[in-house]
């Protein structure tokens, strides 16, 4: 689904009020009656609200839901994700995170990646999650399960992914590992630092006198996750960003035989750069070492199959990495950290059977196995049914619009 923005400059701050009413709405009902959403509005004159609804259903931003079962005589409405797209952008652009939108850079099989700017001009990526728009990664049951009760439990567990990428990335880059600067988050949506670096995907070839330190230095970010309790759970070639840092050549004596992808007088770093995160578990988890094997292995069968690269060396393996984690502070370990600043474990666990890591071979388009589906036990219903349908609060670091503000309409104006 695209990121339309035509109506945002259009709407009034009525239809905003009324566009967040039913975002409010949802957080207790999968489909909000209208006198619920003229009552949460609290606009006067209920033929003004009707007038919003409509215009609002019109670009898309809400959706009529029809004969809904559990009301007869009155029609409902439910957010759409264009809908909750505009109260984040909003979001945004009120806090002076964002305030142009650019071209879109990225469609990954589970969100939207945009360009944007910041006021003072700098450049940033807008990720928008959109769980459940193409794939159901593993468990049959749960996409009937949802298909079952809306489109609010996507807005939800897209919320969470938004909400976790955004934790796990803060704890990174204040270690110092390398990641995008993480900016903001709101709803569905992460702002992050734009990273002008190709995926390692797009790499066609790294200098041979290279590719065994870029190799030894993606196992080392593994293993340094590991150490501090996370195990990243994609960590594949499209979730890889390669940057290259050209470094002034005066004293450098390496030299090099690939003449199709080094420039003579240049000593090129090749920087990782670690994106995408909703599917980053603990250390601590059921399965962590097999999560842990398998980010080794997507790496070394990438580096063999396209660098003609095998390491000598075994491993790394996961008892060896996570040896010291027991000797670890409560504030050195960052799945802990992760936890408690507001992403739950219960949170967690809601995502996690939907945000599955990806096993061995899969990719991020769709051609890769699908899920096996293995730890889907009928036990665990119970816990399906703690899934929220509403969109939940909790922690979000940026305040919901209050929309209370008549210059709203041209404010937003700045997002083109
Ligand atoms: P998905 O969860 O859909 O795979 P990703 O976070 O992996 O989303 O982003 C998809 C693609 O968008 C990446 O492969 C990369 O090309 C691009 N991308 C994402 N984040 C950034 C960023 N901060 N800077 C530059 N490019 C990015
Ligand atoms: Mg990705």
Partial sequence: MKLNTAALRYLTSEDWRVLAAVEQGSKNHEVVPTPLITQIAGLRGGSGVHKCISSLAKVGLIAKVKN???????????????????????????????????????????????????STGRQQVLKLHRLGRISFRSVKANRDYLRNRSTGSWLYLSRLAAQKEFAVMKVLW???????????????????????AFPLRMVESVPVDKVGGLYAELMDVIVRLAQRGLIHGDFNEFNILIKEEEQPSTASTSSTNDSASATPNTNITLRPILIDFPQTISTSHANAAMYFDRDVACIKRYFERRFKYTSDEEGPFFRDAVKGYEKLTREERLDVEVEASGFSRKMGRELERFVEPKLPGGNEHGRGEEGDGGEDSEDEEDEVEEVDTGLREDGEQAEDPQVDDPKLAEEVGGLS
């Fill in 68 to 118: 809904a079962k559990w009301i007869s005589s009155d029609d409902g409405y439910r957010l759409t994700y264009g809908g909750l797209d505009y109260l984040a952008l909003n979001t945004h652009r009120r806090s002076n995170t964002l305030y142009s939108l650019g071209n879109q850079i990225g469609v990954g099989k589970e969100s939207d990646i945009y360009i944007t700017a910041s």
């Fill in 174 to 196: 204040r270690e110092g590992f390398a990641v995008p600067e993480p900016i903001a988050w709101s709803r569905h949506t992460v702002v992050m630092e734009f990273v002008d």
